[in-house]
C-alpha cells in the first residue's frame, strides 16, 4: 500500500512560470515532508523539507505547502528554470516518537522546463 | 570528491552469481541506508542500519544481505542474484533528525545493477 502518492508521472512547463508538483499521503502521523530533486545518473538531492506543524515553507524559488486536513503537499517552483528539469521526490518520514524515523518515497514526478 | 561513494557504479552479472555493492561515506554519519529504485515505484528501502551494532530490515529485504563494517562502511549483498533484482541501488546516510529541519538523507550516485 503506497502511504505516499505522487499521482502524476510528468509534468511539463514553459520557462518562468510556475511548476506545481503534488503529493498525496495516507498517514497522519507524518512527523516531516521533504523533497528531493534527481537528475540522470545521480543520487537524489535535497530540496526543502516542511514539519507536520506549519503550512508553508519557502526557500528562494522553491515553497513547500502542507494541507494536514487534505493529507496533501505541493511543491511550487517559481520562475521555473530549464536546469530545474529533473525527477522530484516526495518523501515522508514517520516514527519521530521512537526514534526510528522511516522514509517513505513517492513514486517521483519527472518535470521537465521548456526554454 | 563524493561524500557518499558507491562502488561499483554499474554491474552487470548472471543469475545465481553473488554481488556485494559497497557504500562509503565522508559525512561522519551513523545511520546508513540502501534503497532500491524501480521505475513506477519510487525508492524501497531494502535495508537500513543506526549504528555499527544495529542492522534493521527495510520493506524489501528478502533476497539481500547486508554488513556494517565500520561508521562509515555499509555493503549490500545479493547472495544469488535473480533477473528482478535489476533496479537502481542507492546508499544513503543521514545524522539524527531535529528542528526545523527534518534529517537530510545525503545519496550516493547510485549503482546500476543487471541480471540477465
Redesign the interface.
Known sequence: DQQ?K?NS?SLSVQEGRISILNCDYTNSMF??F?W?KKYP??????LI?I?SIKDKNEDGRFTVFLNKSAKHLSLHIVPSQPGDSAVY?C?A?SG?TSGT???I????TRLKVLA | DAD?TQTPRNRITKTGKRIMLECSQTKGHD?M?W?RQDP??????IY?SFDVKDINKGEISDGYSVSRQAQAKFSLSLESAIPNQTALY?C?T?D??GG???????????SRLTVL
Open positions: 505516499v505522487q508521472p512527523d516531516y521533504l528531493y545518473a545521480e543520487g537524489p538531492t535535497f523539507s514539519s521526490f518523501a518520514i519521530g524515523y522511516k522514509y518515497f513517492g513514486t517521483g | 557518499v545511520r541506508y534503497y513506477g515505484l519510487g525508492l524501497q528501502l537500513y542507492f544513503a543521514s539524527l533528525p526545523p529541519d527534518a534529517g537530510e538523507l545525503f545519496f550516493g550516485e547510485g
